[in-house]
């Protein structure tokens, strides 16, 4: 017997139509229905739109059974409207296995349009199956509660992930967004980064700036020595006592928008001609002058395409209050054969 809930994204925190949308599911605003039936890591989870027949690619971060607690992330193939609320169906029977990353509705085909997915922060997978990370100065993965799951702490001064990674250009428009909570205003803060010697090598680097003449969500891109900037308005900025904050920076041709907490935070342009870096990538850490991330960082993404405002503030809503993003009905009786049809048998 299968145990089926419906998700129902509300209309109202989605400000624009959304198309191919990766939703985040807190499992723990999940009923008991749901608890007594999943199998403990979440492997026989199966998403379907609204119709029970058309199913979604997803990711099961993590299901605990005992806890009552974990994290889904599925693609929303076709629109989530901004007009009228959005049904999906969460489907668990007990006993299916898991999909392989590899397979059609497997993690890797949820993050099919990014180049980088880092859920905690830290050297855990890459959910696009595409990068394998690995931490120096031993910081714990994933040591830290996080508003979508878990992050990683950084101590400031020795401490980083290496995406070993060599291809994350910006050539074109990108879009890069992550959760950050800063433990110590530093400057520079370096989020993400281009590795080795960024003045005499090509290179871009995106970090929180703490100087009391420019404060904010920075971005810098070197084609050799010297750099050219994106330093939003100084009253635009996240601070310590802040907590955790929703961050984006989008760079659609020449135009740069930084966002803060699904806001836009600053605009402006930059004449600067897009990259090809050699160095690999690295999370906490700018290698140029040893500057590292004095805090936390979760659930940072990285795409090469320019994201709207609309898809930066449906991700904050999404991930910073799921009790008002969603709600959650559980469908007494409902098992996966009554609302997904059953294959025909022929016999011979």
Known sequence: ??????????????????????????????????????????????????????????????????????????????????????????????????YAVTATYGRNNVWVDWEMVNHDGGATADSTG????????????????????????????????????????????????????????????????????????????IWINRLASSNGLCMQLDNGPGGADFVPNSSNRVNVADGWSHIAMVRDGNNYKSYINGSLADSGTLAKSGLNTTEDILIARLDYGSNYFHGSISEIRMRQDARSSDWIETSYNNQNDTSTFYTVTDISGATLSTTKPMQPIWFF
């Not at 007594?36 to 609204?50: H, S």
């Not at 291809?167 to 950050?180: G, P």
Request: aromatic share 8%.
């Open 1 to 98: 017997m299968a145990h089926v809930a419906n998700i129902t994204i509300q209309s109202s925190k989605v400000p624009g139509d959304l198309t191919d949308y990766d939703v985040y599911v807190d499992l723990s605003d999940l009923g008991a229905p749901f608890w007594n039936t999943v199998a403990n890591g979440g492997g026989d989870i199966r998403v379907y739109k609204d119709d029970g027949v058309t199913e979604l690619a997803r990711e099961i971060i993590n299901c605990d059974t005992a806890t009552k607690t974990g994290q889904l992330h599925f693609k929303y193939t076709g629109t989530l409207s901004s007009s009228s609320n959005t049904i999906v169906k969460i489907h668990a029977d007990g006993t299916s296995s898991d």
């Open 130 to 205: 595409q990068h394998t990370f690995s931490a120096v100065g031993s910081p714990t993965s994933g040591g830290v509660t996080a508003p979508t799951g878990v992050g990683t702490n950084f101590n400031g001064s020795s401490q980083y992930i290496n995406t070993n990674a060599n291809n994350l250009n910006v050539n074109n428009d990108y879009t890069l967004h992550a959760w950050i909570k800063m433990d110590v205003d530093q400057n520079p803060s370096p989020i993400l980064a281009t590795g080795s010697n960024i003045t005499n090598a090509p290179g871009y680097w």
